[in-house]
């Protein structure tokens, strides 16, 4: 049985650390991010929520400009469980490698 994280790296994903600040964690957070062009990526965001064992994901495809600005953002799913992120993200990247 593989973890979440082990079958988003299989799927070319880097995993993110989340900041620490005075030896803590800022945020209860997983980060998952895999380049498709020099300035696009797909990324998927972990975060715990209250009322959900697990965590919940948002995953998004997002395009930069040269200087890191944020100028495109496209949401395929939101408040995801893992399955159903994970899902999501295998479809997703099917449909791109077919095309």
């Known amino acids: 049985m593989f973890s979440l994280t082990e079958r ?3 799927l070319g994903f880097i995993v993110g650390v989340p900041e620490l600040r005075e030896g803590r964690f800022t945020k209860l957070q997983q980060v998952y991010v895999k380049d498709l062009t020099k300035y696009t ?3 998927i965001e972990g975060f715990k929520k209250k ?3 697990t965590y919940r994901y948002t995953f998004y495809k997002a395009t930069y400009i040269k ?3 944020k100028i495109n953002e496209k949401v395929y799913v939101e408040d995801a469980s893992p ?3 994970l899902r999501k993200v295998t479809s997703f ?3 791109i490698e077919r095309g």
Request: glycine share 12%; hydrophobic share 35%.
């Open 8 to 10: 988003f790296k299989s």
């Open 41 to 43: 990526s797909l990324i």
């Open 51 to 53: 009322g959900y064992s």
């Open 67 to 69: 200087d890191g600005q």
């Open 83 to 85: 399955l159903e992120v």
């Open 93 to 95: 990247l099917s449909y």
